[in-house]
């Protein structure tokens, strides 16, 4: 359980560059001395890593030391009004809520015609920033105080449309909920299933896709509606149909709509972000790595811009995941010293808000990168990490992946010592995974019967072109691509039976691919 030094820490730490500079100003200077006591106990915090009582302690005088439990509840309390104070000149629902206050106020001092402007004019924000439970809570107070009206004519009128526009709000909420429900039953599915491997689990995306409220963006009421539509169809294609094409689709359409969108608060921020990274990641997916660098390009831009406003662990959550893309393209075109240097990046951010799923692919491509440059003692123990890691489960990709390449880490270590063993493992692997894709069980079979054979190098060759050649017609069906994502053993094959580095030949199928 946290304790208050923690909550504070954290609360420190996660404010953004404009919002401590904000603090600092606006808490020094008091009459009598005493804030400053506690913006010297927040420079303090802001300037550790990790929380140490002790070393604070060191600083202080006598008697605030002793203060210390009282002075971290104040100061956390302090930090969130001045973080209220400073977000209601950017933040909208702050703003219109502040202003509420101060219509409620006007209201019980009787000065009702003031007090009606006052809402009239909140409102109007409330309308034009689509609000929608700010516009409830209008209506609701609007509902309660009708009695005030002088005029019954007028009372009577303003009532029926008030009833008329509150059943309207209400309607949009409850679709804006429906679509929220939607999202999330694909959220679990993608949970349950990940990528569609095989006609029934395409069958549960497609069945998803059935809801009425699916089949056009005219039946979102909403621009959060709106937004998970195109969330939801961008899911479909990608993880149901493995269709890239009608993903990028549908999130060229969010694109665009969330430029129409008039609000820029750190919710549109993150949707605008989420939906770059997505778009390079499904142009990346095709092959369409040109394009890819072009939206990871535009990213950077806006990265620039937010840097002072986002909060610290928003604004390092984006980056992460800007690192991971780019460090995925620069893999695919052969650039396996920069990816690797975009990938330690990543992991530096990513040990600010674990992600156990994360780092289950950080350290996969991590080992990847290792490989293709021939750095295999690397590559080694990054694989042993994943497969001793306590997150990473047998029915997971990632295991299948990992396995996958440990096996071809031993072809080329020659370590044929430990096939027996592995041989054994790998049975028992089969048994356990049970949803392993043809191609899968395949290319595991090749590599064991590889390493137990006792072959010339050119026997080997031979198997290499055997094989490739039954892969190459195998992974054309869209279920059984998965055995050459993230690691392209077709490559890796050609690099054997054509005697060449698999650096060389990622390079230059990546050239041709530019074309």
């Known amino acids: 359980m946290k304790n208050t030094s ?9 404010m953004s560059m404009n919002e401590k500079r904000y603090f600092k100003i606006t808490t020094s200077g008091n009459r009598d001395g005493q804030d400053n006591t506690y913006l010297k106990l927040f420079n303090l915090i ?3 890593k990790k929380y140490n009582e002790h070393a604070i302690k060191s600083s202080l005088s006598a008697q605030a030391k002793k203060d210390l439990p009282v002075m971290k509840n104040y100061l956390y309390n302090l930090i969130l009004k001045k973080l209220c104070s400073y977000n209601a000149s950017s933040q909208i629902e702050i703003q219109l809520h502040n202003q509420l206050s101060e219509a409620f106020i006007l209201f019980q001092k009787g000065l009702y015609k003031h007090y009606e402007k006052k809402l009239k004019k909140i409102k109007a924000v409330a309308k034009k920033y689509n609000k929608t439970e700010v516009l409830l809570e209008i209506y609701n107070r609007e509902l309660k105080q009708i009695h005030f009206k002088e005029n019954l004519q007028a009372m009577e ?13 209400l309607n949009r909420i409850n679709n804006r909920n429906q679509y929220y429900r939607l999202k999330n039953k694909m959220y679990l599915l993608l949970r349950k299933t990940g990528v569609s491997q095989n006609k029934q689990t395409q069958s549960q995306y497609s069945q998803l896709m059935l809801d009425p409220l699916l089949k056009n963006e005219n039946a979102a009421l909403t621009p959060e509606s709106r937004l998970c539509y195109y969330d939801l169809r961008a899911s479909y294609h990608l993880f149901g149909r493995s269709n890239s094409e009608k993903a990028i689709d549908s999130l060229e359409a969010k694109h665009q709509f969330l430029q129409q969108l008039p609000e820029r608060s750190h919710e549109y921020i993150i949707s605008l972000a989420n939906t770059l990274i997505n778009l390079a990641i499904s142009n990346h997916s095709i092959n369409k790595i040109k394009r890819a660098f072009e939206i990871i390009m535009q990213l950077e831009e806006e990265m620039e811009k937010w840097k002072k406003t986002l909060p610290a662990y928003l604004y390092s959550r984006i980056l992460s995941s800007l690192h991971s893309i780019k460090s995925s393209c620069l893999i695919d075109i052969g650039n396996f010293k920069e990816g690797l240097q975009e990938i330690l990046h990543e992991e530096e951010l990513l040990h600010m808000h674990y992600s156990s799923n994360n780092f289950n692919g950080l350290y996969y491509k991590k080992a990847v990168a290792h490989f293709a440059l021939n750095q295999y003692p690397e590559s080694l123990s990054c694989i042993n990490t994943l497969l001793n890691s306590s997150t990473l489960i047998e029915q997971d990709k990632y295991y299948r992946k990992t396995k996958l390449l440990q ?4 072809i080329e270590m020659q370590k044929s010592d430990l096939i027996e063993h592995e041989a054994i493992a790998i049975k028992r692997f089969y048994k356990k995974a049970g949803n392993l894709s043809k191609a899968e069980k395949m290319a595991f079979d090749f590599i064991i019967n590889s390493l137990n054979a006792d072959l010339s190098q050119k026997q080997f060759i031979v198997r290499c072109i055997t094989f490739k050649k039954q892969l190459d017609s195998i992974v054309k069906d869209p279920h059984e691509k998965g055995v050459i994502d993230g690691f392209d053993i077709l490559t890796w094959l050609e690099s054997k039976i054509q005697n060449r580095s698999l650096t060389e030949i990622v390079q230059e199928k990546a050239k041709l691919s530019a074309k």
Not at 407 to 410: G, T, V
């Open 157 to 169: 009128d303003k009532y029926e449309i008030l009833l008329r526009e509150s059943a309207e709000i």
């Open 6 to 14: 923690d909550n504070l820490h954290e609360l420190i730490h996660c």
């Open 407 to 410: 096996l071809l880490l031993y």
């Open 46 to 48: 802001a300037e550790q």
